[in-house]
């Protein structure tokens, strides 16, 4: 060994610098942050500026239009919340279900592929003139069928995924230990495939509000917030148009928050 091989051994090695989290307080400063830099940017834009295009006004007339006019929205906010909810659950327990028989009947499997496949390539703004035609325009099933489609394929993606997890040397331990298919399924197979579902669960919330928008959008009952902001966007009432566009907002981080706070009691381990 040479002299330059004994220094380099006996030179302390560098290390990369460990990343201090970001504190606690950090998190909800810094987008309430970005919100309010925003905000006032808009207001200089519209207000001072008034470059701003005619349809776009001011956060403050959209805040008045908003709490002034709460009740009706709140009433739009309650149809297409309901919409979205019976979407994103009829899609979820569908999807499981066959998710489900796919991973446990091969044929079904090779003919659910390309329906699957197809249904993931539809565009949403196709199906809500065709259902609404078909079902009636005084009826919401055809808005929450368009909710049931954009919920059902993710989830059926990832409960798939997740229930072909298991290793097979953790199944042939628990065949070796003379257990049955149904202990196989609840100590394996379940606890493998729960995460992915609650990530399939967490993007169709967000798909299942954004479809049933559109559907509202398009036609159906003369209700819900996809309709208001169609009406009120041509009659030229911008503020209340923008207005029903943040009670959208609401619906989906309703339904974000939701998924997220299911997700965290259904995955968190044991207490000790």
């Not at 005084?138 to 997890?165: K, W, Y």
């Not at 953790?170 to 070796?176: E, K, S, T, V």
């Not at 100590?187 to 609650?198: D, G, R, S, W």
């Not at 479809?211 to 208001?228: I, Q, W």
Request: glycine share 8%.
């Amino acid at each position: 060994m040479t002299a330059a091989d004994e220094l380099t051994r006996a030179a302390p090695v560098a290390r990369a610098p460990r990343e201090r989290p970001l504190p606690p307080w950090l998190r909800i400063v810094a987008p309430v942050a970005v919100g309010v830099i925003g905000a006032v940017l808009w207001t200089l834009w519209v207000d001072v500026l008034g470059t701003a295009p005619r349809m776009l006004p001011s956060p403050v007339a959209i805040a008045v239009e908003f709490v002034t006019r709460w009740q009706i929205i709140a009433d739009d906010m309650i149809v297409t919340a309901t919409n979205a909810a019976v979407g994103l659950v009829a899609g979820t327990v569908l999807a499981v279900l066959l998710a489900g028989l796919a991973t446990a009947v091969r044929p079904i499997d090779g003919m659910l592929a390309p329906l699957v496949a197809a249904l993931a390539v539809i565009p949403i703004v196709a199906l809500p003139p065709l259902l609404n035609t078909m079902f009636g325009a005084s009826s919401q099933f055809g808005r929450q069928a368009v909710a049931t489609i954009a919920a059902f394929v993710p989830v059926f993606v990832n409960v798939v995924r997740g229930l072909r997890q298991t290793r097979p040397v953790h199944r042939d331990l628990l065949r070796a230990s003379a257990a049955t298919g149904a202990q196989t399924f609840r100590y394996l197979t379940l606890p493998t495939a729960v995460p992915y579902l609650m990530t399939g669960l967490r993007i169709a919330a967000s798909l299942a509000v954004i479809a049933a928008l559109v559907a509202e959008y398009f036609g159906g009952p003369a209700d819900g917030v996809g309709t208001s902001i169609a009406t009120y966007a041509k009659s030229g009432r911008a503020a209340l148009a923008w207005a029903y566009v943040v009670g959208g907002i609401l619906i989906g981080l309703g339904f974000y928050l939701a998924t997220t706070l299911l997700e965290r009691f259904v995955t968190r381990g044991p207490r000790p």
